[in-house]
């Protein structure tokens, strides 16, 4: 099947600095990759839509000036999560679909963010 | 609007005991449905998935899902229950076909499986 990769899949850093997190597509093309947060023993919430070339959708209440999505590539997004703050620790999800598919998703490994 | 009710956050069987995970979904228009695994610190695993044709879907590690319109289901079952199997897993629904659409998850259902 189709593989997606995140990276860092662990990262600490200090409140009030900033972390990328990127997702890749290896072997196809992804216009469009979704980024989750998943907070401990809880389901999965969808916090953005990341279209190639054009901006993002947030959800409601997601804060797109804390969580900035890029999608500059069809095989790349990432995830930058602005002025960390102890709540943002959480583990950080992406998926992908392929273009032409039947809406199935792949998913990366995650990124645990901790924010000290 | 669309979602997914999972019965059961905590299911635990006996291993070689029969697995029933399930799933109800609310969709205004078709829906294609997934199950999901997460192992801990994991990415999610594609079990299986609905999309047309066949209701009875086959997944990977001995899985299978019956979808039933009538009754909105979309219950994961597993005859024999192996320790390997425990995890985390998520049903999942979505709308659209031919492009990567948003998934909704339910809220999941851990499976433990004891000796």
């Known amino acids: 099947g189709a593989v997606v990769s995140q990276h860092p899949s662990r990262v600490i850093c200090k409140s009030g600095t900033s972390v990328k997190i990127e997702c890749r597509s290896l072997d196809f093309q992804a216009t469009t990759m979704f980024w989750y947060r998943q907070f401990p023993k809880q389901s999965l919430m969808l916090m953005a839509t990341s279209n190639e070339g054009s901006k993002a959708t947030y959800e409601q209440g997601v804060e797109k000036d804390k969580f900035l999505i890029n999608h500059a590539s069809l095989t790349l997004s990432t995830l930058t999560v602005t002025s960390a703050h102890p709540e943002d620790s959480s583990f950080y999800i992406c998926s992908a679909g392929a273009a032409g598919g039947t809406g199935e998703l792949f998913f990366g490994e995650g990124s645990r963010l901790t924010v000290l | 609007a669309q979602s997914v009710t999972q019965l059961g956050s905590h299911v635990s069987v006996s291993e070689g005991a029969l697995v029933l995970l399930r799933c109800n979904y609310s969709?205004?228009?078709?829906?294609?449905l997934f199950w999901y695994v997460q192992y801990p610190n994991q990415g999610l695993q594609l079990l299986l998935k609905?999309?047309?044709?066949?209701?009875l879907v086959k997944g990977i590690n001995g899985f299978e899902a019956e979808f039933k319109k009538s009754e909105t289901s979309f219950h994961l079952t597993k005859p024999s229950a192996h320790m390997s199997d425990a995890a985390e897993y998520f049903c999942a629904v979505s709308k659209k076909t031919g492009t990567a659409s948003k998934l909704t998850f339910g809220t999941g259902t851990r499976l433990q499986v004891t000796l």
């Open positions: 609905y999309t047309t044709g066949a209701t």
């Open positions: 969709s205004s228009v078709p829906p294609y």
